[in-house]
């Protein structure tokens, strides 16, 4: 059985539910309106044309919409393209939901905020431990669904808490080797250092970033949330200063984001587990698909590496 | 008359107030310990020694401190050193203030409140008003004292207030040849935009930061206090965003400081300001003392430059 | 009324002037020879095929010729493009010039002349004003034209005269509030510092670099005739150095062009103004066309930046 | 009772066995030649100087000599200098050895050896396993002794031994949390990524390179040598090429030392792990002495920074 | 008469070998599998595709084979294309070698290792000699036919030699202007610097990477390789190490894949020379075809400059 | 017989001609006035102070003067310096000069301007002889004495005539073996190059640079001059430009003070001969005096680097 949009070959029919992720209107030769609809599930994409479309059509075929379509796949330009013979909108009816037209973490949301929470519970700075669930538990729902960046790496739902609880994980297996950390701030630090994303980008299913994201940033934005929290909760002392400056410097330098460096231990080492866990994430992908023997596409933001899988590696152990 | 310790000669004696900017103890190679103390009022500074000191006098003569000393002004390895013969802290008998010892902006800190004052005063858009006022008024005694820097330009009492005023009227002019300028954000942003250096110094004496000011730094200081004013006053709006990132953004570039580039016309013309007002105190600076036909000292800040004073420039030119 | 090419649509005839911005030849699949037109007035551009051309056409319809056509718009791959019926060159009788057919400087080419003209008459130092008015008298019918680079800023008919005009209005307030400036210095640098590229372009209507502004490039072209000037005009002394310093360093930076920095206080200032006045440029013709709310396109110069403008930001402000 | 010659103070005798670490000759203002000498023990180091010395005195005290002491503690312009009584070279007699009078790392060298041992045994790629086994076997006693450096991390006895245990137990604990890591690779590329520095350093005493580690470095050498030991152990295949590509790329770019970026997932790894262990010794270190609030020296490797030990860390966290 | 696919036109029909060059396999809208083939002779090269492909086809035309061809030039969206009418894959009988088929250097191969045998011949340092013959005997045949690099400068059959031989030239004058340099040594560097590349490369008909050339490159090849020799030869003394790192240091920086700077006279020459003669082939190549009076195309490995001849060269200059 | 300053020892008395490089004024702790004078002659350099000097001393002891000293050789903090006997200024009748104090180049000026000229005399273009003639006169008695540099490379007596001479046998040979290089071009580019310096540099003895050397450089000066002659000789044509062209590019880049890149095939070949020649010349010297086996000082310009002399290279090699 074909269980999704990418399992299709040129000429079959099709009758399935999809979601629009990007509309956009033009205008043909003939002076006629029509609508470029990229439509995906969790399988993967594709193309369609809605043609002769009124100004109703326009409102209602936009992107984070999902439809259900029936047509049949046809061949433009060497690329598979779906010419639709009907499209309508969905309602609650359907019982379908966005998450379940996207790529997502391979663990379970629920799941993954009761190992956030589980970290929490353990710190022993009560001043820590306090901001920390505070703007955990005011964000949780949005970070557990958001992705982690709109692209590069976790850029899938609930990409942001998939990426914090490997990191969390590796903080914990760090802490036990080098026994000068101190664990309550590395976790605060982990918990809080991107969960700013959940107003920088404007949500799990359109890869954008909202205005704030634009103008500020998500470590300003959570820099600001850390001192709110702390005056909400009463909390004074060096620590607020401290999980300030961990979010505010976790991307190293300047001219990465951060407005000052590393200058607490805990910060240098939440710099360098973000980026082992960005960077495992990245390799892990690109080399998902490459044969023992063969050459990964390049990665951009690995100065644009193409990376070898020995032809020692046998297929499954990257399955 | 002489007027300041500057003027004193090797082999004069003197009787005067002096303010101490630094205190180092150390010891003797016969053991006992010694006090090194530098001493300064408006005209200059001189070094002298205190021997054989008590743990109290530890205590006293630390810096900050304005004290009255006797003695006579010796000469030690080429430099003048002053021979202590009688030194005593002061009290509010005295009658002196440190301000009266450190070198200060040439305009009076009263007159340059009342000139931001009337700027604020002239701002059209309420929010933003209201704003700036809100964090100006909170901050104003310390602004009006403050330096704008520990070193570069800037760096005396006051120091801080006179950028600003600057800024503002060369802002006032550059709107007037480009009318596409909002007046107003320009003069929000030059108010706002290193007020965070009354939390980031360690006041108008010590030229030190403080920890916040080492572990966030003045820009993120004021984008936290822009965010809360707001709260405050119950302002929203797309205003207090882009407040916030006129300060963010002002340093131009990740390695120096600022985590977002302009991105508003106003930001850009904001960090050109502020370049224009800095160089221009330190060229000034720099050529002060430079006779015509002669380089001045390199400018570290300046890729380290030497300045030329042409010959057909005559002294009082910039006297 | 149609006033221009780009107000005309699909299916209209025409019957205009029009300038021919470039020609280049091709040869068909059918083996026969044609000509692909530019073509444009102030109101934009339009692409044509002059087919089955004859060898005396290819020498005729040259770049910078303005043309008589009649003809159709007509559509090709979702792009304007003019079906040619009839193409003739034009005579002195057709009366018409390129300038009318290029975008230009919002003011009139001798007002703004004159008002360079009363700047050097203000100047006091004879010397630096005798050199600045020979040079600029001799070249001030190309000067009144040039634009002020062949892409990025002031890169319209008359763009290098609007530029010094509006950099000598920011020097004249930026004088005024710092005293320690050299007026004359400043006007004749900046009236000089891009005065080579009357020789480094190939004129108003021809985006391209002469072979001496290829190979030398305007800053050498122009410190070569200051020197030619002092010595005609028998002047001797430090303020031609100084002058042709001036225009050397004004780009600021050895990888920017200039082979020294600048190391006189009127070099830096001018190397300031010159990129106040050419990011002014740049930002508002970028946000011209822009709703509030949304972004420009991006500014390549300008670190690639996209700019935004705010909500609060009426449309008119920048008409 | 005093342990070391750090805990001496001026005008304390001392009759104890030093380490000679440099000797330089000079000639005094009378025309005769004299030793400047520094000696060390375990708890740090005293100048010393011998004066009238005879041509047999420079040839016996070289550094790396341990000598048998008596003197006087003195000051000499604000530092400790000892006035030799009497200085004679050591014997096997004296039953002393240079590691005895050097900081050393704080496991056992067996200990250590054994631990590195346990890692290669269980390997389960015989090639991988037999190449490791056969370098690290070739080079034990030089590696089970060695520097890691000659300054910046790891730089004292058996420093290479211990940073190679700590990126061991690293990795092992980063391979359990990312299953996508071929072990065997990660082990033997900690293992044989410094080993080089055995040839590369002039050994544990004198803080110096050898010839062949100016002109090739220990990357090179340890490449080389993996080639050489498959040719003896006749193993074939590409596990030879990936040790050496691992070895190679360790250091992460070309101008950090690298001829070839990482390739290979475990290569990247490889020289993450190097990196946090190498920082995570030079901040513990530069933390060890500072008190809760205050900030360490400047750390030359890590961008210049001094890091800062929060207030609310108790001593003992890092005794 | 016409010698080279370069010289037919549209329209011509042809009867003769050519070389294959890449063969791409892609399927038609119909479905059905096709082969676009580049094929070349020393003339040029041309684009043809092969319908209705049979299995057996797509194993017989692959890269690297010469073909029979026949056909007819046609035009292709502006380009010249190849319309096969015959195809035949060659075997010994055809009496064809790739080579004929490739751009090749100036010079025969025999002569130019010929010209190298006697620089080796003239070496004086005997273990500079014996090194150096030993791996040049050893690499023959492969360096007689290897090009230099995959693109930029020398990439066609025998450019490596091409190289070597003109760098030996080069050599001989500057140590002639230079007595201080040891030729010996010059000599060997120029020999061996690339002797890599006939590992690294995949051959002189192929432009691709061997997989070893990508891990390794062809420094640390040679650099093993010398090694091994010194040691099969029995050769011991400074002179080997030298050697490796003249080859080691000659792209001169680490940025630009060398892990140690040039640390020796000759090796700072040896990139030097290498420099020279790598830009007089990328620079004649870039001008060859370019009239007096007007620009090359950019080369993009020369900072993509565009190169100007100037009107007084005339033609044959550089035929 | 001791033949210079550097021959004599702590003890020695002397009573020779010396030249003053330098002369500074400093006031002793006694109050009196005295001057510390750096002499030299082709040997090396002596301190000595002046106490009690007169007014009439100061005017009289400057730098750049050749003065009889009588006196003795005496210990100085670890240094040999001067005490004077008698000290007076030198008048025509003592018959010396100061090139005979200063260390000069290997050749004599008049064999060298001779060599020149025969270059030039070889030249087939007519314009670029004349050009190259005339300016080569006008400037050849300062060429023959003046140094190449104030520092790093060729900056002693002669040694811009030195530098030009071995360029331009350099270039000899590498014409001849690159045919399509213009030799009328190169020689005349060599020729041209630094002869700015003899205006930038304040001449043969005192290494400073002249205002016009300092705002705008050599370069610079020596194309102006170019533009001169080319008027004066009534010469036209591309010649001139790229004369111009030649000296503006001969930096390569930008950021080391050439405003345009070489976009001519002899202004590469020019910037990489004038590389050759400088770094032979500074790598002969660093390595002058080093062993056999051991590394030169850093060589600044050279990142510092410091280079290693082979063992097997044995002294008289560079002698």
Same mark, same amino acid.
């Given at each position: =059985?074909?269980?999704? $949009? ?6 079959? @029919? ?22 470029? *609809? #990229? =439509?995906s599930?969790?399988?993967? &994409? ?10 109703? +059509? ?6 984070a919409?999902i439809?259900? !379509? ?8 060497? =690329? ?6 009907? $499209? ?9 939901k966005?998450?379940?037209f *996207?790529?997502?973490?391979? *663990?379970? /949301? ?14 022993q ?21 958001? /992705?982690?960046?709109?692209?590069? #790496?976790h &850029?899938?739902? @609930?990409?942001?808490?998939? #990426? !914090? !609880? @490997? ?11 080098y026994?000068?950390?101190d664990? +309550? ?5 982990? $918990?809080?250092?991107? *969960?700013?994303?959940?107003? &920088? ?34 909390i ?21 984001? @951060? ?11 939440? #710099?360098?587990i +973000? ?16 044969? /023992? ?5 390049? $990665?951009?933001?690995?100065?644009n ?8 590696? +046998? ?5």
């Amino acid at each position: =059985m074909k269980t999704g $949009i990418n399992q299709y070959k040129i000429g079959d @029919s099709i009758d399935m539910y999809l979601l629009i992720k990007s509309a956009k209107k033009a205008t043909a030769s003939n002076g006629k309106a029509f609508l470029t *609809l #990229h =439509m995906s599930d969790k399988s993967g &994409e594709i193309e369609a044309k809605l043609w002769g479309i009124a100004p109703e +059509d326009e409102a209602t075929f936009v992107s984070a919409t999902i439809v259900h !379509v029936t047509g049949e796949i046809q061949e433009f330009r060497g =690329m598979r393209q779906l010419k639709i013979k009907s $499209i309508r909108p969905t309602t609650s009816m359907d019982q379908v939901k966005p998450a379940d037209f *996207l790529p997502s973490a391979p *663990l379970d /949301p629920e799941e993954m905020l009761e190992r956030v929470t589980q970290y929490i519970f353990e710190m022993q700075n009560a001043k820590i431990q306090r901001i920390t669930r505070h703007l955990f538990k005011k964000h949780q729902v949005a970070f557990s669904q958001s /992705p982690a960046a709109t692209k590069n #790496h976790h &850029e899938f739902v @609930s990409g942001l808490a998939y #990426h !914090v !609880v @490997s990191m969390l994980e590796l903080a914990k297996s760090i802490a036990t080797l080098y026994p000068s950390l101190d664990r +309550d701030l590395l976790y605060a630090g982990i $918990i809080l250092h991107d *969960l700013g994303k959940v107003r &920088e980008l404007a949500g799990p299913i359109v890869s954008e970033y909202t205005l704030e994201g634009k103008l500020l940033g998500h470590i300003s934005i959570i820099v600001n949330e850390i001192d709110e929290a702390a005056k909400e909760l009463e909390i004074e002392g060096e620590e607020v200063l401290v999980l300030q400056h961990l979010v505010l410097s976790h991307h190293g330098k300047g001219e990465w984001g @951060s407005p000052k460096p590393p200058l607490i231990r805990e910060a240098e080492i939440l #710099h360098m587990i +973000d980026n082992i866990d960005a960077k495992m994430n990245m390799m892990d992908r690109a080399l998902m698909n490459v044969k /023992p023997g063969e050459f990964s596409e390049r $990665i951009f933001p690995m100065e644009n590496r193409s990376l070898y899988k020995p032809t020692f590696h +046998d297929e499954p152990l990257d399955l």
